[in-house]
């Protein structure tokens, strides 16, 4: 069984600084991509950021406050966020689009969110 686990959210003034944490375990055979995504009360989920091989996206909203990385050998992957603001407020979820190895294809997965709230 493939679980992804996030630990690193909590409360921070704006402007502050945050890190989230995430390891993906289990029978995994292969990752393509990892990543974070969150969700602000009654809003869609949206793309944080995501790391593939020699890839990686940001939300627009990012404007080069975070900055997303990956360990391959320990599958993890780390979302460093700076300069937060009150609307950064919501659940992060880890993403991972991975192979297990009783698998055939690659499939995505979550983990069960961290909540980061920015408030003074």
């Known amino acids: 069984q493939v679980q992804l686990v996030e630990s690193g959210g909590g409360l921070v003034q704006p402007g502050g600084s945050l890190r989230l944490s995430c390891a993906a375990s289990?029978?995994?055979?292969?990752?393509?991509?990892m990543g974070w995504y969150r969700q602000a009360p009654g809003k869609q989920r949206e793309l944080v950021a995501t790391?593939?091989?020699?890839?990686?996206k940001y939300g627009d909203f990012v404007e080069g406050r975070f900055a997303i990385s990956r360990d391959n050998a320990k599958n993890t992957v780390t979302l460093q966020m700076h300069s937060l603001k009150p609307e950064d407020t919501a659940v992060y979820y880890c993403y991972g689009l991975l192979m297990p190895v009783t698998g055939l294809q690659f499939d995505p997965y979550w983990g069960q969110g961290t909540l980061v709230t920015v408030s003074s």
């Open positions: 790391a593939a091989t020699g890839v990686t």
């Open positions: 289990g029978r995994i055979y292969n990752i393509h991509t």
